[in-house]
């Protein structure tokens, strides 16, 4: 099963998709690609860290499951290799969202918000954004939620770190597959 985790700029995607994956060991975090820098203090494995001519070639290829450019930077998502048993999460924006449903009818999309505009803004601060990339996101996450609205994704708002986790692993164990293991019987 593919499980997609999207949502705007500073919603805190990144941290509650961490604390899902502690939570259910049977989900396998696909890594994304981007051509933009990586923020100080985030870590570096949080995304593929690529100039644009090397992003190039998987396009060229048809090795990405889904691809974007996003305030002059690209982002895609190689095609997932998980450990056998597991099932796929992307974290991923709104645009490769709507590719993944796409090529993948069955995907379970998520989509996370913060409890206001206030807090997200709060957060893009927090992270290290420019004033100029707060300002730039936040002018495109209405459009973002009403995209994630007409893809039927389920709306997750992330006010409590546990609690937003908690909502999307019961959405997870819902769509599991029938007879699919749980995740304490997936073999090791």
Excluded: C
């Excluded at 997609?4 to 899902?20: L, N």
Aim: proline share 7%; hydrophobic share 35%.
């Amino acid at each position: 099963m593919i499980v997609v985790i999207s949502g705007p700029g500073g919603v805190g995607k990144g941290t509650v998709v961490a604390r899902v994956l502690e939570l259910d060991p049977g989900l396998w975090l696909s890594r994304s690609w981007t051509t933009r820098q990586q923020r100080p203090g985030e870590r570096a494995d949080a995304y593929t860290f690529v100039d644009p001519e090397t992003f190039q070639h998987p396009i060229d290829d048809g090795g990405f499951l889904e691809h974007a450019g996003f305030l002059g930077n690209f982002y895609g998502t190689p095609y997932p290799e998980p450990t056998p048993g597991s099932d796929v999460v992307l974290e991923i924006d709104v645009q490769g969202a709507e590719q993944v449903r796409t090529r993948d009818a069955d995907a379970l999309l998520i989509f996370v918000t913060a409890p206001s505009l206030a807090v997200q803004e709060q957060r893009l601060r927090g992270r290290g954004d420019t004033e100029d990339q707060v300002r730039k996101r936040l002018q495109v996450t209405r459009d973002e939620i009403a995209a994630g609205e007409r893809l039927g994704a389920t709306i997750v708002i992330n006010d409590d770190l546990d609690t937003a986790a908690h909502q999307i692993l019961d959405l997870i164990r819902t769509h599991r597959p029938a007879g699919a293991l749980a995740p304490g019987d997936r073999p090791s």
